[in-house]
């Protein structure tokens, strides 16, 4: 067909104004950036998201219940399909003392612990080491001393191992530690913890009097926020898409205001409007595909090398240092190719529109 060699000639040819062929490659080149950025920045993004929920659940329980009783735990004994381990603990809230040093925390009481271990955190505040003695009250007994008098009761705790969590918690497996006010609870970890909300869907509606929380509602604001900022990240990032889209309409409009005496030609030797258009709009879809293509080339060549090299590493404590954690999605892929291959589309669409509307005549008088 015709138009193929023409909008093939209107693309490579030299311009009779070099600028229109700078705006052209500028447009080209924008558009491979914004596109190669994006698929970087979201698969930086997904990188941490994943490397975060992982921080957030590890050694710790998928779904937590409260207000159970026999029958439910005879249940999830049960239920090898979808529980991978579970655990009853005991929780108070209680006083920590060292050397007249206080600390409020929650100690959990389970027998699947492993002796005394308390966390960075509160061995920190109360310049704790491995083989202290501290001293616990419940918060229950004082609130009972106040009111009726009592004397406190306070039991010793020899600490075996200081893990590394901020949070002010401590754990054990001594059962004689259990105070008054202790609230009983069962931590299940799931075959698959992204099964977390379905799984207690089913148990609320199974087990009508139990309360089930998820590790995803006890940190639903963090990634609420965290899906928020890639929202506007992409957005932000696109913006250099636009702008080079912006470019390429500007190249085309050029194209056809310099090929107007061209276009007057081909109209008189019969070309119809439609293939007039389809040359222009085709120029511009090409140049734009291109620039889709070398931005999808650079994107993955990055994203792909950092996730088998890890050539780029974050310097944490200590000296060490962490790759930084890339996780490439198809799904975002494919949703930047669509809104590229759209913008494109409209930027080369509606100076294709605007290069049949003068008259034969009037196309064939302009002489540039």
């Known amino acids: 067909m015709f138009e193929s060699f023409i909008y093939r000639r209107y693309l490579i040819a030299k311009k009779k104004f070099q600028f229109i062929s700078l705006i052209n490659k500028l447009s080209i080149l924008g558009i491979a950036i914004g596109v190669s950025s994006l698929i970087v920045i979201m698969s930086i993004f997904n990188g941490f998201r994943d490397y975060t929920i992982l921080e957030l659940i590890r050694d710790k329980p998928h779904l937590t219940i409260t207000d159970y009783d026999d029958s439910f735990a005879e249940y999830i004994k049960q239920d090898t399909t979808n529980i991978y381990s579970f655990k009853t603990v005991y929780i108070n809230d209680v006083l920590l003392e060292k050397n007249r040093n206080k600390s409020n925390c929650k100690i959990m009481i389970s027998k699947q612990y492993s002796g005394n271990i308390i966390s960075n955190k509160i061995a920190n505040s109360l310049d704790v080491f491995l083989g202290d003695t501290l001293k616990i009250v419940s918060l229950t007994q004082i609130e009972s001393m106040i009111s009726s008098f009592r004397l406190l009761k306070a039991k010793k705790f020899i600490v075996d191992d200081v893990m590394y969590d901020n949070s002010n918690l401590i754990k054990t497996n001594d059962l004689n530690l259990k105070l008054p006010g202790s609230v009983k609870e069962m931590h299940l970890v799931l075959n698959d913890f992204e099964q977390a909300i379905i799984y207690s869907d089913i148990l609320n509606n199974k087990f009508k009097d139990i309360t089930v929380s998820t590790w995803y509602s006890k940190n639903k604001l963090l990634l609420v926020i965290m899906n928020i900022e890639r929202y506007f990240v992409f957005i932000v990032l696109f913006i250099i898409v636009i702008i080079a889209s912006f470019n390429l309409f500007a190249s085309i409009s050029m194209t056809v205001f310099e090929k107007n005496r061209d276009i007057g030609i081909l109209r008189t030797i019969g070309s119809n409007k439609l293939s007039i258009k389809k040359i222009f709009l085709t120029q511009g879809i090409i140049s734009g595909v291109i620039g889709l293509s070398l931005g999808v080339i650079i994107g993955m060549s990055i994203v792909i090398s950092q996730i088998t090299f890890h050539w780029l590493n974050i310097n944490v404590n200590n000296g060490m240092s962490h790759p930084l ?44």
């Open 325 to 368: 954690p890339m996780q490439f999605s198809f799904i975002d892929l494919i949703f930047i190719i669509i809104c590229t291959l759209l913008l494109v589309y409209l930027s080369a669409f509606f100076p294709s529109k605007f290069s049949t509307k003068k008259t034969i005549s009037e196309s064939i008088k302009l002489n540039f």
